[in-house]
Structures are given as C-alpha cells and as structure tokens.
C-alpha cells in the first residue's frame, strides 16, 4: 500500500519550534521529490517547501524563507519540515506530498499563547 504518514504536530507558543516527520511506504521514496503543503481554515492549500529526491536542493515559500527547513533522510524514507520562530499565521494542517501526487493525511499544528 502506497502511503504518506505525517507526525509531530500540536500546540505551540509562538516564537517556538516544531519539527514535522513524513514517512513513506509502499514505493522508492528517494527518487521521488517531496514537498510540504499546509491549509489553514477557510484558505487554499498552499506551497511551503519542496525538495529534490537527494535532497541536494530545496526551496521555499517566502512567508517560511529563513524560518523552516526541509530535509529528508531515504534511508529511513522519511521527509522532515524543520519549524522555527513560528507564527500564529503558520497555524494550519500539514500535508506531505509525493512529486506524482500521493498526499499524507496531514497533521496540525496550532501556533497560539
């Protein structure tokens, strides 16, 4: 079964700092890219960082430029979203997605004091 799980979010202050985790299965994870979506309520999904398959490039939404970071590690099949200084406007479903358009479920993270 072709899959996309994503973990690590919830609640945080802002200013704080999350680190998201996608794994993957049922496919050849490193010769797909990978990206990071979110959706907030009642917004369209949107972009927030994409990476090449050896992860030797990356690139990022302007909102998130200098704050989060994309990585991934294809021996453990498992893509990550690195996330600092964030804001209340970062609250918003996470979704993982493969280049051909596998999705993950998404996870929540909730940017609020």
């Known amino acids: 079964q072709v899959q996309l799980v994503e973990s690590g979010g919830g609640l945080v202050q802002p200013g704080g700092s999350l680190r998201l985790s996608c794994v993957g299965s049922g496919f050849t994870f490193g010769i797909y890219a990978m990206s990071w979506y979110r959706q907030a309520p009642g917004k369209e999904r949107e972009l927030v960082a994409s990476?090449?398959?050896?992860?030797?490039?990356?690139n990022y939404a302007d909102s998130v430029k200098g704050r989060f970071t994309i990585s991934r590690d294809n021996a453990k099949k498992t893509v990550y979203l690195q996330m600092s200084s964030l804001k209340p406007e970062d609250t918003a479903v996470y979704y993982c997605k493969r280049n051909s358009g596998v999705w993950g479920q998404g996870t929540q993270v909730t940017v609020s004091s």
């Open positions: 990476i090449t398959p050896s992860g030797s490039s990356a």
